[in-house]
């Protein structure tokens, strides 16, 4: 059985930084791709970041392109999520995707795909960025 599991989460002041992870067991490959969504309250999940295992292509909502970076460690199937100048207004619950096989498409740009692919979800981790 495949899990995720997150971790690095917390709370930090405007400005600061956190480093999240996700380790993955129960799947001996490389997953097809894997990604980080966020979820505040009230408001639907979304995408933050994420990256194809083949060509290590990588992909980031616009909100977050040059303060987050994503990569991976493929030999042990993990996923790192750098967050520099936080704000307030990345508050949320960040989850970890994967999904796993040999596939083609943007499996990981949304929830949705993620599902549709037979992904797997994380639990989540909160991060809390106060003014």
């Known amino acids: 059985q495949v899990q995720l599991v997150e971790s690095g989460g917390g709370s930090v002041q405007a400005g600061g930084s956190l480093r999240l992870s996700c380790s993955a067991s129960g799947y001996s490959y490389k997953f097809y791709c894997m990604g980080w969504f966020r979820q505040a309250p009230g408001n639907e999940r979304e995408r933050v970041a994420s990256?194809?295992?083949?060509?290590?292509?990588?992909n980031y909502y616009d909100f977050v392109k040059g303060r987050f970076t994503i990569s991976q460690d493929n030999a042990k199937n993990t996923l790192f999520l750098q967050m520099n100048s936080l704000k307030p207004e990345d508050t949320a619950m960040y989850y970890c995707a994967a999904v796993p096989g040999r596939r083609s498409g943007p499996s990981c740009a949304t929830p949705k795909g993620i599902e549709n692919a037979g992904g797997y979800w994380g639990q989540g981790t909160q991060v809390t960025v106060s003014s």
């Open positions: 990256i194809y295992t083949d060509d290590g292509t990588t």
